[in-house]
Nanobody, 124 residues
Framework: QLQLVESGGGLVQPGGSLRLSCAAS????????IGWFRQAPGKEREGVSC????????NYADSVKGRFTISRDNAKSTVYLQMNNLKPEDTAIYYC?????????????????WGKGTLVTVSS
């Protein structure tokens, strides 16, 4: 069974850090571009960051540039999102998703599989 499982969410104070993980089971990630998305209460889901299948290309939403870093470990079939200097507006459910695509592009659309999400709450 193909599955993506996010972990690492939680409650953190403003200015703090969290590292989210997204582990794939039932398949390997090396032929997939990966994206992190989030959905805050009352808002539409938005793309936060993505990374190409070869790891050579990344993209970040303007709201998280300089604070978030996406990375992947294909040997562990896991992708990470390091989130630093967190702000209350980062509060959301964070999802990872994959798109089967070789190469050096990453995407926020056309995703093939989604995880169920992990909640990040930034509050004092």
């Amino acid at each position: 069974q193909l599955q993506l499982v996010e972990s690492g969410g939680g409650l953190v104070q403003p200015g703090g850090s969290l590292r989210l993980s997204c582990a794939a089971s039932g398949f390997t990630l090396d032929s997939y571009a990966i994206g992190w998305f989030r959905q805050a209460p009352g808002k539409e889901r938005e793309g936060v960051s993505c990374i190409s299948s070869n790891g050579g290309s990344t993209n970040y939403a303007d709201s998280v540039k300089g604070r978030f870093t996406i990375s992947r470990d294909n040997a562990k079939s896991t992708v990470y999102l390091q989130m630093n200097n967190l702000k209350p507006e980062d509060t959301a459910i964070y999802y990872c998703a994959v798109r089967k695509e070789y190469g050096s592009s990453c995407y926020y659309y056309g995703m093939n599989y989604w995880g169920k999400g992990t909640l990040v709450t930034v509050s004092s």
